[in-house]
C-alpha cells in the first residue's frame, strides 16, 4: 500500500478538511458512541468543525446516531457510531497454498468469509480465479446493495513502496509482477480504490486499526506459516506502515540465522525460514511439501524426533521475537500465521525464549504484550480490508 499522505502546501483547504474528516472517524472508530462534544475535546478540533464533519459524514452513510448521552449539568449528546448498513470493504489474500477473501463493514466485522484451497500457479491463473470470485461473491445477499469502498489484495512478498508491484515471492516463485494490473486484465469488475500490499503489513495495519480503544504505540505482527515475515505499525489517528526503501522492512523470514547453513528458497544460505516456516518443518520431518502438517504433526506429536524438530522452531521464533524487540522495539507483539495452529510445541518454547531474555539489555523488569491469533485465517485479508477503509477515508 502506498503511503495515502503525500506532502501538502501550507494552507491547503481540502488536505485540512481530509485531516478533520480522518480524525472524527477514528475517534468514532475506537471510542464507539462517542458525542459531538467527546469528539471536540479529545481532537482539540472546534465543536462548529466537528459539527461540520459529522454532518456530511451521516449524510454519506459513515456514521450514525445512537442513544442520548447525558453530560451532567449540559445538554445530553446524541451518541455517534460507524454506521455498518451503508458500505463494503474487500480484502484478498493470495496464501502460498491457498486464497482467502472477505468482505467487513466498517468496524471490522466480516460479512462474508471465503476461502479457495486452490493453491496459486501462474500470477495470470491465479488472478484470474481470483477476478471470478470477488465477482460472484458481490452479488450475495450479505453485502447486495451496499456500496463498495475499494478492495485490497495481500501477496507472501515484499512489495514495492512506490508502486503497486510484487518485488518476490519466493515460496510461490512470482517476481516483479503489478498483481492489480493484472487483477483488471482478468475481468475483476469492481469499484473503489486498490491497494496491494505484504500479507504481514496488511495483517499488523488490521490489528491496530480496528483496535478497540487507544491502540499501542506501535505493534508488530508476525506471520509464522509456509514462511516467516512480519510488519510494523505506528502512528495515532494516521497508522503509518514503515516498508524501507524497496519494501523490505519486516523481512525476517531471509534474516540470516545460521551463516552458511541450509538452502533457503530466495538462494541464500541459513535464513531464518530454513529453521522456522512451514516449508522446513516438513522438510525436517520428511513430510511431502503438500502434507496437513498439523494432521502430521497431532498423529506424531509423541515421537522425540518431531518434539526435537518444534522445539527447535519454537526457539528459532523466539529469537526472531527478540531481534524484533531489539531492532524495533514495538509495545505490543502479534504472533499469527498456520504455524501457529501446532500448538504449543511451537510457541511454548518461542515465548520462553523471549520472556528469559527480553529484558538482558536494560535490566529492567518490563513485559512485552504479546497477543497469539490461533486461527488467522483472515487476518491478512482483514488487515488489508482495513487498509481500504483508511484510504477511503481520504476520499470521501
Request: aromatic share 4%; hydrophobic share 40%.
Amino acid at each position: 500500500m502506498v503511503s495515502a499522505f503525500s506532502p501538502q502546501s501550507a494552507g491547503d483547504l481540502n488536505f485540512l478538511k481530509t485531516l478533520n474528516r480522518s480524525a472524527v472517524i477514528s475517534h468514532v472508530r475506537r471510542y464507539p458512541g462517542a458525542t459531538r462534544a467527546d469528539i471536540a475535546s479529545r481532537t482539540q478540533l472546534t465543536k462548529a468543525t466537528v459539527g461540520s464533519v459529522v454532518q456530511g459524514l451521516l449524510d454519506q452513510g459513515w456514521l450514525c446516531e445512537g442513544e442520548l448521552q447525558p453530560r451532567g449539568e449540559g445538554r445530553p449528546g446524541r451518541a455517534l457510531y460507524l454506521d455498518d448498513t451503508h458500505h463494503v470493504l474487500w480484502g484478498a489474500d493470495i496464501g502460498v497454498k491457498s486464497l482467502r477473501l472477505v468482505a467487513c463493514s466498517l468496524t471490522g466485522q466480516h460479512l462474508i468469509e471465503h476461502h479457495d484451497a486452490e493453491a496459486p500457479t501462474t500470477p495470470e491463473a491465479t488472478m484470474k480465479r481470483l477476478a471470478e470470485l470477488l465477482n460472484q461473491l458481490q452479488q450475495r445477499p450479505e453485502v447486495a446493495g451496499r456500496e463498495i469502498l475499494g478492495l485490497g489484495v495481500t501477496a507472501p512478498g515484499p512489495v514495492s513502496p512506490l508502486i503497486p508491484v510484487l518485488r518476490l515471492a519466493p515460496n510461490i516463485r512470482w517476481s516483479d509482477v503489478a498483481l492489480l494490473d493484472v487483477l483488471d486484465e482478468a475481468g475483476l469488475t469492481m469499484p473503489g480504490v486498490r491497494l496491494l500490499d505484504n500479507e504481514a503489513n496488511a495483517a499488523a495495519f488490521g490489528e491496530f486499526y480496528f483496535h478497540a480503544g487507544t491502540p499501542p504505540e506501535s505493534l508488530v505482527y508476525i506471520s509464522a506459516g509456509t514462511g516467516i515475515g512480519s510488519g510494523l505499525v505506528t502512528g495515532d489517528e494516521y497508522p503509518l506502515v514503515p516498508r524501507g526503501v524497496q519494501g523490505l522492512l519486516g523481512e525476517i523470514g531471509h534474516t540470516v540465522l545460521q551463516p552458511g547453513g541450509l538452502y533457503c528458497h530466495c538462494g541464500n544460505r541459513g535464513c531464518a525460514e530454513t529453521l522456522v516456516s512451514g516449508w522446513a518443518i516438513r522438510a525436517a520431518l520428511g513430510l511431502d511439501e503438500n502434507a496437513d502438517l498439523e494432521k502430521e504433526v497431532g498423529l506424531k506429536s509423541h515421537e522425540p524426533g518431531v518434539q526435537h524438530v518444534l522445539a527447535r522452531a519454537g526457539e528459532a521464533l523466539g529469537v526472531l521475537m527478540l531481534n524484533l524487540h531489539h531492532t524495533l522495539n514495538p509495545a505490543t507483539m502479534v504472533l499469527g500465521g498456520s504455524l501457529l495452529r501446532l500448538g504449543e510445541a511451537l510457541t511454548q518454547p518461542a515465548l520462553a525464549y523471549f520472556e528469559a531474555h527480553q529484558n538482558d539489555l536494560l535490566r529492567e523488569s518490563q513485559h512485552i504484550p504479546i497477543k497469539l491469533i490461533e486461527d488467522s485465517t483472515y487476518t491478512a485479508a482483514r488487515g488489508a480490508a482495513a487498509q481500504v477503509m483508511a484510504k477511503a477515508v481520504l476520499d470521501v
